[in-house]
C-alpha cells in the first residue's frame, strides 16, 4: 500500500512537522530570528565561577566590546553591589567579560550538538529544549551552521535577589549584541532556514546562580530576542 501524499512518504511529513514544532517552541524560549543562536562556558579565572571558561574561538572577530553597566544610584546598581557584597567574587565588569566567553562557547556548543557543554552551563528546562531541537534536527538530517563573527555589545539590564530554600538566587539579564552566520542545512547542504550573510543579532539571556553553595555556578535560565 502506498503511504504517501504527492509522492512524499507519510512517515517524512510527520518528521517534518515534529521538527518544525521543536524549532517554534525553541524559538518562543530563544527568540532567535532565523535559526537558534544561545552559549555558555565557565570562568572562574576572573573570579566569576561559569561552568569552565574557555578562550573564544579564533571565528570571533576581535573588536572592542562595549560593556554597559548600571551606574552605582540605579536600582539595578544598587542591586549589583549588594551582590558584591555576598562575597562571591563579583563584580560587573568582570561578570560581562566572562558572559561574551560563555555566549560564544554556548552558540558553538549548540551548533555542533555538543550536549555535554550545553548540560553543564544551562538550567535544566532550557537545556531539555536545547536538547529536543538538536534531536529533532539530527532525525532530519540537518545540521545548524552558526558563526559569531563579533561580539558588539554588553549591557546589564537587570538583576535580582530572591530567597529560596537554598540560600539567595541571583538573577542577572544581559543584553548581548552580536554579528552573526546562522542557518540551518538540509541533508545535500542546502538552506531551510536562515541565509549565509552577516545579520545583527540582539538577545537577552538570564543568568542564574544560587549564592551560598561551594559548588554554584552561573547557568543560563532563560534567552529571548531584544
Request: zero cysteines.
Given at each position: 500500500m502506498d503511504f504517501s501524499l504527492g509522492g512524499v512518504p507519510v512517515d517524512l511529513i510527520f518528521l517534518a512537522l515534529v521538527a518544525l514544532f521543536l524549532v517554534l517552541r525553541l524559538r518562543s524560549v530563544l527568540g532567535k530570528k532565523e535559526g537558534i543562536q544561545p552559549v555558555v562556558v565557565p570562568v572562574s579565572s576572573l573570579g566569576v565561577t561559569f561552568p569552565e571558561a574557555t578562550t573564544p574561538p579564533e571565528q570571533v572577530e576581535k573588536v572592542e566590546v562595549q560593556y554597559d553597566i548600571p551606574a552605582p544610584n540605579t536600582r539595578v546598581g544598587q542591586i549589583l553591589q549588594a551582590i558584591e557584597k555576598q562575597g562571591v567574587s563579583f563584580t560587573p565588569k568582570q561578570f560581562l567579560n566572562s558572559v561574551q566567553l560563555v555566549f560564544v562557547q554556548i552558540v558553538k556548543a549548540y551548533a555542533e550538538g555538543n550536549k555535554e557543554v550545553?548540560?553543564?552551563?544551562?538550567?535544566?528546562?532550557?537545556?531539555?529544549?536545547?536538547?529536543?531541537?538538536?534531536?529533532?534536527?539530527?532525525?532530519?538530517?540537518?545540521?545548524?551552521?552558526?558563526?559569531?563573527?563579533?561580539?558588539?555589545?554588553?549591557?546589564?539590564?537587570?538583576?535580582?535577589?530572591?530567597?529560596?530554600?537554598?540560600?539567595?538566587?541571583?538573577?542577572?539579564?544581559?543584553?548581548?549584541?552580536?554579528?552573526?552566520?546562522?542557518?540551518?542545512?538540509?541533508?545535500?547542504?542546502?538552506?531551510?532556514?536562515?541565509?549565509?550573510?552577516?545579520?545583527?543579532?540582539?538577545?537577552?539571556?538570564?543568568?542564574?546562580?544560587?549564592?551560598?553553595?561551594?559548588?554554584?555556578?552561573w547557568l543560563l535560565a532563560s534567552a529571548c530576542s531584544a
Open positions: 550545553l548540560q553543564r552551563s544551562l538550567t535544566p528546562s532550557v537545556y531539555a529544549i536545547f536538547e529536543a531541537a538538536i534531536t529533532a534536527r539530527q532525525e532530519a538530517s540537518q545540521t545548524q551552521k552558526t558563526e559569531i563573527k563579533a561580539v558588539r555589545s554588553l549591557a546589564i539590564e537587570d538583576a535580582r535577589i530572591t530567597l529560596v530554600e537554598a540560600g539567595s538566587k541571583v538573577s542577572i539579564e544581559v543584553k548581548i549584541v552580536s554579528d552573526q552566520i546562522s542557518l540551518v542545512l538540509d541533508k545535500d547542504g542546502q538552506p531551510v532556514t536562515g541565509t549565509d550573510a552577516i545579520t545583527e543579532f540582539s538577545d537577552l539571556w538570564i543568568f542564574e546562580r544560587v549564592l551560598g553553595s561551594q559548588t554554584s555556578t
